[in-house]
């Protein structure tokens, strides 16, 4: 497993907050770890450092890293395709797989989380989305969800697109919503419907460990 793929159900549900709190339990645990962003919309240069790649960044410790892990960068807070077009630029799905194919051989024996924009139906060019870009990659995959009511429907749903790629599912994260049903229901009434996906639970705050999702991903690592 020399990458992971971060995606999600849909937009702002945790993906940074769960792939931050990954990247140091990993290096907790040793591991070498890198993060990179494909592409990034909603990108404000005068606030840089409120932005996701500086968040990655800064669980990297590496706070001066932003402009790597995401080297296109837009305003618009729209789909990267529509944002990019915005500023008279066309994303290409080959140049984001080569980017992050040659980011992955960097790191050798490292693990790369890579982060995509939205959810795993997002649009990323004018004619492919996330899903296009896992299935191209072959990497697995870390579902990243909501807790709010739906979430189960909308899990399922990504599921189901991701094995009619082919595109292994490493686990499913469920990220804390604000104003949503307990945490600890939710996560038992979708269990039975993930086919022995491994779920685990990302209560709100910056202090959740995620170190037993790292120790899963650690222990079913693939040499590449």
């Known amino acids: ?21 990954l990247i140091r339990a990993l290096k907790a645990l040793g591991a070498t770890v890198d993060a990179f962003k494909p592409v990034v919309s909603g ?35 729209l789909s990267p395709n529509i944002a990019a077009r915005l500023e008279g630029q066309t994303l290409v799905l080959d140049d984001m797989v080569i980017d992050a194919v040659a980011r992955t051989a960097e790191l050798r024996d490292g693990l790369l989380l890579i982060e995509g924009a939205g959810g795993v139906m997002s649009p990323l060019t004018d004619g492919e989305t996330n899903l296009d870009m896992i299935a191209a990659l072959g990497a697995p995959t870390l579902l990243v969800a909501g807790s709010y009511l739906g979430t189960i429907s909308h899990v399922l749903t990504a599921l189901v697109a991701l094995r009619g790629a082919r595109a292994p599912v490493a686990a499913v994260v469920i990220s804390e919503s604000l104003d949503a049903p307990d945490l600890g229901q939710t996560a038992r009434a979708l269990a039975p419907f993930l086919d022995g996906v491994p779920l685990f639970l990302a209560p709100r705050g910056e202090s959740w460990d995620a170190g037993a999702l790292a120790d899963h991903l650690l222990l079913h690592r693939e040499t590449p």
């Open 1 to 21: 497993m020399p990458a992971l793929f971060v995606t999600g159900t849909g937009t702002d549900i945790g993906k940074t907050y769960v792939s931050c709190a």
């Open 43 to 77: 990108f404000d240069p005068r606030d840089a450092a409120g932005s996701d790649p500086a968040r990655l960044a800064a669980a990297l410790g590496d706070p001066g890293a932003v402009l790597r892990i995401a080297p296109r960068r837009y305003r618009a807070p």
